[in-house]
């Protein structure tokens, strides 16, 4: 796959410069034991003899035409994952091979492709069609599969025939740590047959535990499932389409067509989504996903509609078609139960309804962490007493909050809004604990007229901050009659010989 890919980005030219270095063998090295050694290489350098792990030196010396690139892992890594996402129009349970593998459940799925040897054609077709070389194999267990995959292309083995079908493959094909495999090769133990028939208390003793639990599940003995990188959805649906579609006009349909039967099977279930996702599938093997959120469960195929025509229209890089979708998918991967609400004969009741749909459309324009309401926390310090939380998903807390109720015959004791961080002050006080007399702040000279306080507050020894000083809250008002909320931080002569002010807020 690393050299695959590289070939990929080395091959849009289409000159014949191109076509001969692209016909030449390809390799990647890494650097490992303080050497440079083969990380990967395509079938023209394997025809050559070389292998992963031999020095870059050696494989020179055996060929002077090898096309060389640095290995790049994480790049490999972002191409897997993207195959992964392809591959989830055959199922919705892939799970990741590392490095270079995918392993695919289609229990269940076989049938809607033809059968699995009509899938399996139909994911190697796609995907060589992408500049892969690809090898696959179908068993009842993933460790089988893989053991064929990576040395018989297209074998597709019975259920209860693995073993058979195995047995004369080399070790290495089982997967399994290299050490493990050398020590197999060393003890005469070449194909998985030869180590099928030793006594598992020989290879358990041996090789350990895992390995022989490895060898029972490649022999069809014992399974086990794998961990998709996705959860699983409640609820799919997915339309797709003998020839691709490009335009909105098109696509906007096919997205009601799917609402339409996810709000169908949801209603009669008595679900609602919190959570939609969309999938387009372009036929060069790039999936563009789209989701939108809802702060309450939602079945109303318009409404959902509607944030998906919000997200379309907001997207900074709009939805490229390239040469068409040939599938669209669409999933509610977040569902609850939906409860029936009776509202008063009066409305004078507050529909949380409304809110929520007006929020939904917003963030789905604008971003759901863009959207927040503010929440009422445990803590006594200023800047930790309120937070920010997404309005989609705590509006039924925020609605519920309890704020300090306000005395209107009394000023405000602290302002509405503080500034993001607090901003040191330059101040002249008359004696050390006092309010001060004057300060500047932002060049600003300010002469105190007035001052009420200090309001103490200590910081909180639990969260392990005793180390922190006291603060000393002040209001003050200037000669131009502006109000703001200052602070001195640490206790003078307790906590600190020279205590530093600070600007926290100002009153409106």
């Not at 603060?471 to 001195?488: K, N, T």
């Amino acid at each position: 796959m690393p050299t695959d890919r590289l070939k990929r980005l080395s091959g849009h030219g289409g000159g014949p410069d191109d076509q001969n270095r692209l016909r030449r063998p390809w390799i990647t090295v890494a650097r490992l034991n303080n050497a440079m050694q083969i990380a990967s290489l395509d079938d023209a350098a394997a025809a050559l003899g070389l292998e992963p792990g031999l020095p870059l030196a050696n494989a020179r010396a055996i060929s002077l035409e090898l096309v060389v690139h640095d290995a790049d892992p994480a790049a490999d890594a972002e191409l897997l994952n993207a195959i992964a996402d392809w591959c989830d129009r055959f199922t919705p349970l892939v799970a990741l091979d590392a490095p270079h593998g995918l392993l695919l459940d289609i229990t269940g799925c076989a049938h809607l492709f033809g059968g699995e040897k009509a899938l399996m054609q139909a994911a190697c077709a796609g995907l060589a069609r992408q500049g892969f070389i690809v090898s696959a194999g179908i068993a009842s267990t993933a460790v089988c599969a893989r053991a064929l995959a990576r040395v018989q292309h297209g074998r597709i083995v019975a259920t209860g025939d693995e073993a058979r079908a195995i047995a004369p493959l080399p070790v290495f094909a089982l997967g399994g740590d290299e050490a493990v495999t050398r020590g197999l090769r060393r003890a005469g133990l070449k194909t998985i047959g030869d180590v099928a028939a030793r006594a598992p208390q020989e290879i358990t003793a041996r090789f350990g535990a895992d390995f022989t639990s490895l060898l029972r599940q490649a022999l069809g003995q014992q399974d086990a499932p794998i961990s998709p990188r996705k959860p699983l959805p409640d609820y799919v649906a997915e339309k797709r389409f003998a020839e691709p579609i490009a335009s909105n006009d098109a696509i906007i349909p096919v997205l009601h067509a799917l609402v339409a039967t996810l709000a169908g099977a949801m209603e009669t279930n008595g679900k609602g989504a919190r959570r939609f996702e969309v999938g387009f599938f372009r036929t060069d093997g790039v999936v563009r996903l789209l989701a939108v959120n809802t702060a309450q469960p939602v079945t109303r195929p318009e409404a959902i509609i509607r944030l998906f025509r919000e997200r379309l229209e907001s997207l900074a890089d709009p939805l490229d078609p390239g040469f068409g979708f040939d599938l669209v998918r669409m999933c509610a991967s977040v569902t609850e139960t939906m409860e029936e609400v009776q509202h008063d004969l009066d409305r004078n009741v507050h529909d949380s309804a409304e809110v929520s749909a007006l929020i939904d459309r917003i963030a789905a324009r604008l971003g759901g962490r863009r959207v927040v309401v503010h929440l009422t926390h445990g803590s006594h310090i200023p800047e930790r007493a309120v937070i920010e939380a997404p309005a989609q998903h705590y509006l039924a807390e925020a609605m519920r909050a309890e704020w300090p109720a306000r005395i209107a015959a009394e000023p405000p004791r602290r302002p509405l809004r503080l500034l993001e961080r607090p901003e040191p002050l330059q101040v002249i006080a008359q004696v050390p604990d006092g309010p001060p007399v004057r300060f500047q702040w932002r060049r600003a000279m300010h002469v105190v007229v007035r001052a009420e306080g200090p309001e103490r507050i200590a910081m909180e020894w639990w969260q392990h901050e005793a180390h922190c000083p006291t603060r000393d809250y002040f209001r003050v008002e200037d000669e131009a009659g502006l109000r703001f909320w200052l602070y001195r931080d640490g206790l003078y002569e307790r906590e600190t010989a020279q205590p530093h002010w600070y600007m926290h807020g100002m009153f409106a």
